[in-house]
T-cell receptor, first 115, second 110 residues
Framework: DTGVSQDPRHKITKRGQNVTFRCDPISEHNRLYWYRQTLGQGPEFLTYFQNEAQLEKSRLLSDRFSAERPKGSFSTLEIQRTEQGDSAMYLCASSLVSGDNQPQHFGDGTRLSIL | DAKTTQPPSMDCAEGRAANLPCNHS???????VYWYRQIHSQGPQYIIHGLKNNETNEMASLIITEDRKSSTLILPHATLRDTAVYYC???????????FGPGTRLSVLP
């Protein structure tokens, strides 16, 4: 499978704990995005990387959230001191920025449940 | 806020064409129209995109009006597996971060 891979698919944790999610983009895709989706809503943008540089962060990305893409390949999203409101699906997408327009391709997400 | 407006839900009979409308009256000249769909518990799946001309691929056709203020996604022969939420998105060249609306929930009925 050469699509976007996310791990884990499901995460259940207690309020106050830290969690980390991983995203492996499509090989050679230089742009990587994180989105969050709550029940019944469309995905909401969190942040994106061009290679290893984090170029934009949404106001939704509070200081408890941090994302990295250290070598320009896989990315991690960490949430510290989780809260009930963090329960959501966290989606990763990747795309290739090149001479022609290319769409984003999404993974199947990590579903986070805060007890 | 999303720059698109879609009906919240639609039904379509299996085997018939599904025509999903989208209004994007504030679209700018360098923004593309993208369509994705999302089946329960999966990530959004790319369907098709276009700028000005109508587009067709193995999944669907995209019809964009001449003034580019609206578009229609056409699934020519809907099957039960096409039941999903369909999102219409407008975005700049190179696909900057997408702004999703609530989409259209399409139910294909047997």
């Amino acid at each position: 499978d050469t699509g976007v891979s996310q791990d884990p698919r499901h995460k259940i944790t207690k309020r106050g704990q830290n969690v980390t999610f991983r995203c492996d983009p499509i090989s050679e895709h230089n742009r990587l995005y994180w989105y969050r989706q709550t029940l019944g809503q469309g995905p909401e943008f969190l942040t994106y990387f061009q290679n290893e540089a984090q170029l934009e962060k949404s106001r939704l990305l509070s200081d408890r959230f941090s994302a990295e893409r250290p070598k320009g390949s896989f990315s991690t999203l960490e949430i510290q001191r989780t809260e009930q409101g963090d329960s959501a699906m966290y989606l990763c997408a990747s795309s290739l920025v090149s001479g022609d327009n290319q769409p984003q391709h999404f993974g199947d997400g990590t579903r986070l449940s805060i007890l | 806020d999303a720059k698109t407006t879609q009906p919240p839900s639609m039904d379509c009979a299996e085997g018939r064409a599904a025509n999903l409308p989208c209004n994007h009256s504030t679209i700018s000249g360098n923004e593309y129209v993208y369509w994705y769909r999302q089946i329960h518990s999966q990530g959004p799946q790319y369907i098709i995109h276009g700028l000005k001309n109508n587009e067709t691929n193995e999944m669907a056709s995209l019809i964009i009006t001449e003034d580019r203020k609206s578009s229609t996604l056409i699934l020519p022969h809907a099957t039960l597996r096409d039941t999903a939420v369909y999102y219409c998105i407008v975005s700049l060249v190179y696909g900057q971060n997408f702004v999703f609306g609530p989409g259209t929930r399409l139910s294909v009925l047997p």
